[in-house]
């Protein structure tokens, strides 16, 4: 088959570490690329959705740094946007106080940045949306952020039981069917789809 001419704009050739935001004031990147978030609850699947679609051990080296899955961690990616890895949120076995500390740093970072063009949040696809993921979603709604949702770990489910929740979320969260996109890191199923969306959403003007 010949080669798409089209899609050697979703290969990832270049990741590079940019820094991170530790606290809510605190510095970020003096960057004119486009960004690209990524938000969720804690051991919704992010570090295996973001390793599977990045590819890159050293990606996963940082993320996985004690001090730095608090962070907000800002990678380069191929010299055309930075993707912007949030903490997870709403984790039940840390203390309270530490548990609210996501709230503003996110809040800071989403009110900070001028450069967002759109965030990714992942729900897992067997779960319902808490209290947590839809203040997030109201908040981004206020904002006027694009956002595309990932449900993960689709691997849990049937084919058609998957497609149906793509559709049941979409209308329960009132997007487009095409911000839904069904995930799997463990067999890389909607890592095509998901690359594709942020492409438009770095490439819109
Ligand atoms: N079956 C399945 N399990 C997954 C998938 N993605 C993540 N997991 C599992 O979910 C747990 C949390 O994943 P992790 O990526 O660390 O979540 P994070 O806390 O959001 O970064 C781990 O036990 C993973 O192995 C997936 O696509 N399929
Ligand atoms: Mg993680």
């Not at 690329?33 to 804690?42: D, H, I, K, T």
């Not at 004690?66 to 990678?75: A, D, L, S, V």
């Not at 912007?84 to 009110?111: F, T």
């Amino acid at each position: 088959m010949p080669p798409d001419p089209g899609a050697d704009r979703l290969v990832i050739r270049n990741v590079e570490f940019i820094g991170g935001m530790a606290e809510k004031h605190g510095w970020r990147p003096d960057s004119s690329l486009p960004e690209v978030a990524f938000a969720g609850r804690s051991n919704v699947g992010k570090s295996s959705l973001l390793n599977t679609l990045v590819r890159r051990k050293s990606f996963a080296r940082v993320s996985r740094t004690p001090g730095r899955t608090r962070e907000i961690n800002f990678f380069r990616v191929n010299n055309t946007f930075v993707l912007v890895d949030l903490p997870g949120y709403g984790y039940a076995r840390i203390s309270k106080a530490k548990k609210a500390e996501w709230r503003p740093m996110i809040e800071s970072y989403l009110r900070r940045t001028t450069q967002l063009r759109g965030l990714v949040l992942l729900l897992d696809i067997r779960r319902e949306p808490s209290d947590d993921d839809r203040a997030m979603l109201d908040f981004l709604a206020e904002l006027g952020v694009p956002t595309i949702v990932a449900l993960t770990k689709a691997d849990k489910l049937t084919e058609a039981d998957a497609r149906g929740k793509v559709a049941e979320v979409s209308r329960m969260l009132a997007l487009e069917p095409d911000q839904v996109i069904q995930f799997s890191a463990q067999s890389g199923d909607g890592r095509v789809e998901l690359l594709e969306a942020i492409t438009q959403l770095v490439e819109k003007v």
